[in-house]
């Protein structure tokens, strides 16, 4: 959690000169979305992310993929697959922050 | 007696040392008997001397362990630990109810004794799994695979490998394995998600299984199930509309599509969590089915196989699972829409009762008979018991984020 909460340190300083987009969410959102990175995201790509009827979500899956391609896949969704768009449900600013958790392996 | 003379005194006190040497031995038969169990006891680490046929596990998702629960006194009898990833597992049960088979997302298959409250055997036998069945004569456990895909076979009672069945399409494309169940004539079947491929594989040589492969069933078979008949097979599929049906009476017809005019043309909604086809609710002439991307159930004329009725819902389906009797078909939902189930009366075909347990409504377990029915409410940390007649809550038991419910009367039906 300390890359988090260095993070949110930075975002909360960037927060009065940048769009709020980038700000990270609040801690307790922060929470409510690990939780549901652990047990509805994973529903397919398994609870420890290693992996399902979807792809593994580990740090090393994810190393090159660019970063606003997975948040769309996020928000958007992936056609043809069971990948549903979470837009709606998650903002922009959540995504983002999920995507950055996935990276950094962070909630294992 | 001839030839000895026994005095009528001496005869008496003859008589009343036979009996204190009876009962003497009487005594040190009795206080061997007590070692004798008591050293049992000790060896069996204090196992339960009682039937099976009452108990059921339910699985702890996040902590790798399973609690063993007495569906009669409706109280859990003991945690069993070191399962390793069971955030999706389910569970076959050996044919004396005293076993439990536990299939973990990690790849683990658990033997669990139900008794002893022991974890017998462990063996993890892929990188990532997903189900399991066990065969028609409870000898066989088969386990299908994600990573890598296939289905391996191993013996119930060591879980040794008996049979390695990879799961590889035409051009040599390895593939994720769903919707195993058992058949009768010791069959294993299942379907290859990627490649959309039906497989039986005959098992009754396990050393030479023979496997028969049906290409093309459709995009994206997600799940399975088998009629509890054992006759018939039928993958729903997620890439198209419609199902894929094989009749294991009569292989030779193939594969054939049911209900692929089903919702032509219409918007699918986003699929947050995929339905199980596990529990298919079959009600007398009529089968119950989760539809895929709709807030609706579908109702499937069993000889016709084409639908009868659609009937409206709260979310998108989960489980559609008949109460034994057929009388009730009970639903639950997808996130967001988890925290709530629905009863349909099959006759009149739609929503009777609704209810709210709590967010997080995972999994349905009728008790055999259908008098009970239990959830696991994943957020609250709890198992609820109802009552399916009149509806009302009648226990409650703490379990850390309960998912898969799974009664031993398993152990006698076919395809669970």
């Known amino acids: 959690m300390k890359h988090a909460c260095y993070k949110s340190i930075v975002f909360s300083l960037l927060a009065g000169t940048v769009p709020s987009l980038f700000a990270a969410p609040d801690a307790s959102r922060q929470a409510e979305l690990l939780y549901l990175l652990k047990h509805d995201c994973g529903s397919c790509h398994g609870m420890t992310r290693q992996g399902g009827l979807g792809p593994p979500l580990l740090p090393e899956n994810l190393q090159g993929r660019p970063q606003l391609l997975m948040v769309n896949t996020v928000l958007d969704g992936r056609p043809g697959t069971p990948m549903p768009p979470w837009r709606g449900e998650l903002s922009a600013q959540d995504a983002t922050w999920l995507v950055e958790v996935l990276r950094a392996g962070e909630g294992l | 007696m001839n030839g000895v003379y026994v005095s009528r005194r001496s005869c008496r006190s003859l008589l009343v040392y036979k009996s204190a040497l009876q009962a003497r031995m009487v005594r040190w038969f009795l206080a061997s008997l007590v070692l004798v169990t008591l050293s049992q ?30 569906t009669t006194a409706m109280t859990a009898l003991t945690r069993v630990t070191g399962l390793g990833d069971v955030s999706h597992a389910s569970a076959v049960f050996s044919r004396d109810a005293r076993f439990a088979y536990v299939f973990g997302r990690d790849g683990g298959l658990s033997k669990i004794d139900l008794l002893c409250g022991t974890l017998v055997k462990r063996v993890v036998q892929a990188g990532n799994s997903i189900g399991g069945a066990i065969s028609q004569d409870g000898s066989l456990v088969a386990v299908s695979n994600y990573t890598p895909g296939g289905v391996k076979v191993f013996a119930a009672d060591s879980l040794e490998l008996v049979a390695d069945l990879p799961a590889q399409d035409k ?6 394995v769903v919707g195993l169940v058992d058949a009768p ?10 490649a959309g491929e039906l497989r039986i594989a005959d098992l009754s040589n396990p050393a030479a299984p023979l496997v028969t492969t049906y290409p093309g069933i459709g995009r994206l078979p997600y799940d399975a199930l088998i009629t509890p008949d054992g006759r018939y ?38 699929v947050y969590k995929m339905p199980h086809l596990e529990g298919w609710a079959i009600a007398g002439r009529h089968a119950f089915i989760p539809a895929v991307g709709r807030h609706e159930v579908l109702v499937v004329d069993r000889h016709s ?25 009970w639903v639950n939902f997808a996130h967001p829409l988890n925290d709530t189930v629905q009863v349909i009366d099959t006759e009149q075909m739609k929503v009777v ?52 419910i799974f009664f031993t009367a398993r152990a006698h039906r076919t395809g669970l």
């Open chain 2, 185 to 194: 004539g010791q069959q294993f079947v299942y379907t290859l998600y990627d």
């Open chain 2, 41 to 70: 006891f000790a060896r069996a680490d204090d196992c339960l001397t009682r039937g099976s046929g009452d108990l059921g596990i339910v699985i702890e998702r996040a902590s790798g362990s399973v609690q063993i629960i007495d």
């Open chain 2, 171 to 176: 051009a040599g494309n390895s593939s994720k």
């Open chain 2, 305 to 329: 196989w084409k639908q009868v009725a659609r009937i409206p819902v709260h979310g998108q389906p989960v489980f559609v699972v008949a109460r034994p009797d057929g009388r009730q078909v």
């Open chain 2, 233 to 270: 097979y039928i993958a729903g599929l997620f890439g198209e509309d419609g199902l894929a049906l094989i009749d294991l009476w009569h292989t030779g017809e193939g594969v054939q599509r049911i209900l692929d005019d089903y919702g032509r043309g219409e918007e699918k909604l986003p």
């Open chain 2, 353 to 404: 009762h609704a209810m709210q347990p709590g967010k997080g409504v995972l999994h349905m377990e009728f008790a055999p008979r259908g008098e009970h029915v239990w959830l696991s409410v994943r957020d609250l940390d709890q198992v609820q018991v109802y009552d399916t007649q009149s509806f009302q809550r009648i226990a409650r038991l703490e379990v850390e984020k309960p998912s898969g």
